[in-house]
């Protein structure tokens, strides 16, 4: 059988105010070619389909082709909820939805009762555990003490041992492949994961999931090995520039007679890169070396030793996906005083400079608002000026 491991598609996520949901659609299809050329008869999705808990219209539609892409490309679906997903919204049509060959595994109750499939060497037993919050799950797990993720999980994986141990006396060449959305001890996060907890208490042990073919891993957002058989595929795109230098995959799993026979590799395409720039303004606008950026999303750093005026708009001249902007005065540069940094300057220039340096460069609308402040200030000071005149 042939399973292809991808997670945290995050639908509806947006990177630093720009709509991905093209970019989200455009590497969802891709998944769906890999399926048809590589012949996949499984996609297993360990959480964060949806990167809010209640998406929008259009993040649905998406989300949806996407699903059917893959089952128009031959392989059923198996997936999970995870900490970013809503179990009840993205559960809600479970049973409809498993008659076209997508299983939603978004409940307690659904843990220890595996979607079965099989292969020519006999039955596959794909058994989820959704996110578990333990607050709020602890209870039906029948581990009312449990405060951590640990506890949590250890009791989900009783359940499953217990079922696997049963389908395995039953018939010995019964094999297993578990989801899960956790964040496992050993794994690297990077910007974009949301913390599932607070502290410690949220990682487990990668031993918790002993005694499983294959582990399909959920949460973090690269490619990581944590065993041979238990693994993090990663998010499809990056959704921070602290992923500018992981290129994304998914993974190929074979499993033969035996149980995890292979795992292989399959880079997903770069819809548009990542490229973090440093510099003046004048360099970043003028010097060939930037060249390779003008088509990523950028965060540019400004060296200038005056923070420069409408930055970036002038920088989106260059660099059209320009999203992110900072300013850093060179290390041994003294402070201006305010008279000199603002000598030569429009009053304009002088308030949409402050708007940028405590927080970003302002809107059109906020331009526009400036400009009749400004104007009803200068007409005040004329009045005062006329009234002073009269005394």
């Known amino acids: 059988m042939k399973i292809l491991h991808t997670s945290d598609w995050h639908i509806g996520r947006t990177f630093h105010g720009v709509d991905l949901l093209a970019d989200q659609s455009s590497v969802l299809g891709s998944i769906a070619d890999s399926v048809r050329e590589h012949g996949v008869d499984v996609v297993v999705v360990p959480g964060d389909i949806y990167d809010r808990s209640i998406p929008s219209s259009d993040a649905v539609t998406v989300c949806n082709r996407g699903f059917e892409a893959i089952r128009a490309a031959g392989a059923v679906i198996v997936a999970t909820s995870g900490n970013h997903d809503s179990a009840v919204r993205l559960g809600a049509g479970a049973s409809f939805a498993a008659a076209g060959g997508l299983h939603l595994i978004t409940r307690v109750g659904q843990i220890g009762t595996p979607v079965m499939l099989s292969d020519q060497f006999g039955p596959v037993a794909f058994y989820g555990i959704p996110y578990l919050e333990p607050e709020i799950t602890r209870v039906e797990l029948d581990v009312p003490r449990a405060c951590t993720h640990s506890d949590i999980l250890g009791a ?27 964040f496992v001890v050993g794994g690297e ?20 999931f002993d005694g499983v073919d294959y582990v399909a891993l959920g949460h973090l957002h690269s490619p990581q090995m944590l065993s041979e058989s238990v693994r993090y595929s990663g998010s499809p795109l990056p959704y921070s520039f602290g992923e500018r230098s992981h290129r994304k995959a998914a993974l190929l799993i074979e499993l033969d007679a035996a149980g995890l026979s292979s795992v292989q590799r399959l880079d997903l395409p770069v819809i548009r890169g990542l490229s973090q720039v440093t510099g003046t303004l004048e360099e970043l ?17 400004l060296t200038d030793p005056v923070r420069p ?21 060179p290390e041994g540069q003294s402070d201006l005083k305010y008279r000199d940094a603002v000598r030569g300057r429009t009053d304009m220039e002088i308030a949409r400079g402050f708007v940028s340096a405590v927080r970003s460069d302002p809107s059109e609308r906020e331009v526009t608002l400036m400009a009749e402040a400004l104007s009803a200030a200068a007409r005040a000071e004329e009045s005062t000026v006329e009234l002073s005149e009269t005394a």
């Open 156 to 182: 989900a994986m009783s359940r499953v041992r217990r079922d696997l141990a049963e389908r395995t006396a039953a018939d010995p060449a019964t094999r297993s492949v578990l989801l899960a959305h956790a």
């Open 189 to 208: 996060a990077s910007e974009s994961e949301r913390s599932i907890s607070v502290g410690g208490v949220e990682t487990v042990a990668v031993g918790e």
């Open 285 to 301: 606008l003028t010097e060939s070396k930037y060249a390779d950026s003008e088509q990523c999303y950028v965060s540019a750093l």
């Open 309 to 329: 005026v409408d930055a970036m708009r002038q920088l989106q001249a260059r660099f059209p996906f320009a999203v992110h902007l900072e300013w850093q005065r």
